[in-house]
């Protein structure tokens, strides 16, 4: 049977095993500030996260006493 690992254990897990965020060297010379600037603008808002949590709730089918 394989052990239950927690959240807390998963996202310490890719540590454990030597890997580490990988951050590039230097920016991207094709990088256009201002494309991404009016995609910010427009695109990012009408699809970011509204910011709020989704209501606490739990897999369980068994009824609350």
Not at 25 to 37: F, Y
Not at 43 to 55: D, L
Request: hydrophobic share 40%; charged share 25%.
């Amino acid at each position: 049977m394989a052990p239950h690992l927690r959240v807390s254990g998963v996202t310490r897990l890719p540590h454990r095993m030597g890997c580490s965020v990988q951050m590039p060297a230097r920016p991207a010379a094709e990088r256009d500030e201002d494309a991404i600037t009016v995609w910010w603008e427009a695109a990012w808002q009408a699809v970011k996260p509204s910011g709020r949590r989704p209501a606490r709730s739990s897999a369980s089918r068994a009824k609350r006493a």
